[in-house]
């Protein structure tokens, strides 16, 4: 499958809502992975924005 395309199965951000949602996966997501270390999260932000806007 192609990195940079929504899969099939994936519903399209349309609404605040949607997007807040996302947003919250992602964050829990690397949270999981990074437990309580300081990152800076500047650049998943950015990304987050860059997608976000694809998709709305």
Request: net charge neutral.
């Amino acid at each position: 499958m192609d990195p940079n395309k929504r899969p099939d199965d994936m519903v399209r951000i349309t609404t605040p809502e949607l997007a807040q949602a996302f947003i919250d996966e992602q964050v829990t997501a690397i949270r999981e992975q990074i437990g309580d270390k300081k990152v800076l999260l500047w650049p998943f932000l950015a990304a987050s924005t860059a997608l976000l806007s694809r998709r709305c």
